[in-house]
């Protein structure tokens, strides 16, 4: 019998869902540009009179950009959530707010340099929803989820 999850691996396991989505949307969009040319049964009929390739081929393109923006906001709702159940507060801060406060009141205080890197994505975050006002560094999917789960590993596993 499977034990019950903890918080923490729930939280966990809501950012390897988005994961597992991105996994799949690579694999159905690099198929279909593969055999663009060779299939055409009456499903991909219906589709080619909505997509073109070059769709295709721009959605594949930004496919990291897209589900960084889906797995940030799988993170902040975590933060959010941890925030107002584990330490009872009623108000909504700016993640930066959250990422800092939590991180200060874990078991284990997140350390400056996890701090750091999880700000990092926050900025390159906020540079694909807003007009940067400074160049950041861009981050693939793959750093994002890891920096943003190692966050969530100095949670406590039951809030």
Known sequence: ?????????????????????????????????????????????????????????????????????????????????????????????KIFVLINRIGDSCPIPVSSAQRDATHEIRRYRNSLVHVPAEAVEPFTFGVCLSRLGKYVSYLPQDW
């Open 1 to 93: 019998m499977r034990g019950i999850m903890t918080r923490q691996q729930e939280a966990h396991q809501r950012l390897r869902r988005i994961r597992d989505e991105f996994d799949a949307s690579h694999y159905a969009l690099r198929r279909a540009e593969a055999r663009w040319d060779t299939e055409w049964d009456a499903t991909t009929i219906e589709y080619r009179k909505k997509v073109t390739l070059g769709q295709i081929r721009r959605a594949f393109d930004n496919l990291d950009r897209t589900f960084i923006l889906r797995l940030f906001a799988e993170f902040e709702g975590i933060l959010l959530a941890y925030w107002q159940d584990a330490l009872g507060r009623q108000t909504s801060p």
